[in-house]
C-alpha cells in the first residue's frame, strides 16, 4: 500500500527545476498556480517530470508548498 511520495521523491522534487518554457529553471513549487492548474487539466506529462507536476498540483491545492521549500532547506542537493 503506497501512501504517498517518498522521502526521495520528495527532496528531488524540491530541488528541481522546470525544464522549459516560459518557467524554465524556476522550481517547480514555486511555479505560479494558475500554470499548474493549466497542466491539471491539460494533462500532465508523462514520466517522471509529469509525477513531480501533478505533486506540485496536489500541494498548492491543500497549502502545503511550505514543505517542499523547506526541504529544500533542510536537505540540500
Known amino acids: 500500500m ?4 517518498s522521502k526521495q521523491f520528495l527532496i528531488k522534487l524540491a530541488h528541481t527545476k ?3 518554457g516560459k518557467y ?3 522550481y517547480l513549487i514555486d ?3 494558475y500554470y499548474v492548474v493549466w497542466y491539471h487539466n491539460k494533462g ?5 517530470l509529469g509525477e ?4 506540485v498540483y496536489e500541494l498548492k491545492v491543500n497549502g502545503l ?12 542537493k
Not at 52 to 55: A, I, P, V
Not at 65 to 76: A, F
Open 44 to 48: 500532465f506529462p508523462k514520466g517522471q
Open 2 to 5: 503506497n501512501l504517498g511520495p
Open 24 to 26: 524554465k529553471d524556476r
Open 52 to 55: 513531480m507536476l501533478q505533486t
Open 18 to 20: 522546470m525544464p522549459f
Open 65 to 76: 508548498e511550505i514543505l517542499v521549500r523547506n526541504i529544500r532547506e533542510n536537505y540540500p
Open 31 to 33: 511555479l505560479p498556480e
